[in-house]
C-alpha cells in the first residue's frame, strides 16, 4: 500500500489567497483525521471524518477553514482567504474501524503564507 | 479531559546506552495508550500501543513501553539507543467512551551521540 497520499508536500502562497491542501487515505479505512502542527502550539487535530462524514470539527479554527470528504478516497481542506498564521505542517491520517487501531500519517503539507 | 504529559523535552543519551522517553497520563476511564515517532520533514509513524493486558507492549525498531496504572504512566523505551533513533517522539491517549480523537503531548526530542 502506498500509505497517506498528500498534496501539494509544499505550498507558498500570498495573504489572503485560497489554499486547498489534498489527502487520499489508504483504501479500507474508514476513518480520516486532518492535523496542523506549529512549534507554538504542537499537534493540534482539526477535524475528523467517519464514513465520509464529519465528525467532530471543534478543532477547526475559523470559518475561513472548511474541510471536505466527497468519497472514501478523498479529502480536501481549503483555507479562504489565508493568513501568515496559517503557516504550519498541515497533516491528514486515516485508521480503520475505531477504538483501538492506531492512525496512520501522510508525509504532510507544508504551507507558508507570506 | 483526555491529556498526556511529556515531562521532557529533549533527552540526550550515548549510543548503545538505555533510551526511556516519558509519559503520563489522564483521563476519566481506562484509557488506551500510543507511542508516535517522527522523523525530520516526515509524518508521525506509529510505534506501539497499549489496549489492554500485559503492561509490558512491544513495537517496532526494538522499543517497548510499560503500562503503569497506579503511576498513571506510560514510558517508552529501548535498551540499547541508535543513532538513527533520533527523532521526535510523540506520545497520545484515547479514551474508550471518546473513540476517535487523539490527546497528543508536547513531543520529546531524543538525541542519540555516537
Known amino acids: 500500500d502506498a500509505g497517506v497520499i498528500q498534496s501539494p508536500r509544499h505550498e507558498v502562497t500570498e495573504m489572503g489567497q485560497e489554499v486547498t491542501l489534498r489527502c487520499k487515505p489508504i483504501?479500507?479505512?474508514?476513518?480520516l483525521f486532518w492535523y496542523r502542527q506549529t512549534m507554538m502550539r504542537g499537534l493540534e487535530l482539526l477535524i475528523y471524518?467517519?464514513?465520509?462524514?464529519?465528525?467532530?470539527d471543534s478543532g477547526m479554527p475559523e470559518d475561513r477553514f472548511s474541510a471536505k470528504m466527497p468519497n472514501a478516497s478523498f479529502s480536501t481542506l481549503k483555507i479562504q482567504p489565508s493568513e501568515p498564521r496559517d503557516s504550519a505542517v498541515y497533516f491528514c491520517?486515516?485508521?480503520?474501524?475505531?477504538?483501538?487501531?492506531?492512525?496512520?500519517f501522510g508525509p504532510g503539507t507544508r504551507l507558508t503564507v507570506t | 479531559a483526555q491529556s498526556v504529559a511529556q515531562p521532557e523535552d529533549q533527552v540526550n543519551v550515548a549510543e548503545g546506552n538505555p533510551l526511556t522517553v516519558k509519559c503520563t497520563y489522564s483521563?476519566?476511564?481506562?484509557?488506551?495508550l500510543f507511542w508516535y515517532v517522527q522523523y525530520p520533514n516526515r509524518g508521525l509513524q506509529f510505534l506501539l500501543k497499549?489496549?489492554?493486558?500485559?503492561?509490558l507492549v512491544k513495537g517496532s525498531y526494538g522499543f517497548e513501553a510499560e503500562f503503569n496504572k497506579s503511576q498513571t504512566s506510560f514510558h517508552l523505551k529501548k535498551p540499547s539507543a541508535l543513532v538513527s533513533d533520533s527523532a521526535l517522539y510523540f506520545c497520545?491517549?484515547?479514551?474508550?467512551?471518546?473513540?476517535?480523537?487523539?490527546?497528543f503531548g508536547a513531543g520529546t526530542t531524543v538525541t542519540v551521540r555516537a
Open positions: 491520517a486515516s485508521s480503520l474501524g475505531r477504538g483501538t487501531n492506531e492512525q496512520y
Open positions: 471524518f467517519n464514513n465520509n462524514v464529519p465528525i467532530d
Open positions: 497520545a491517549v484515547r479514551v474508550r467512551s471518546n473513540d476517535y480523537k487523539l490527546s
Open positions: 483504501s479500507g479505512h474508514n476513518s
Open positions: 497499549y489496549i489492554t493486558g500485559d503492561n
Open positions: 483521563v476519566s476511564g481506562n484509557p488506551y
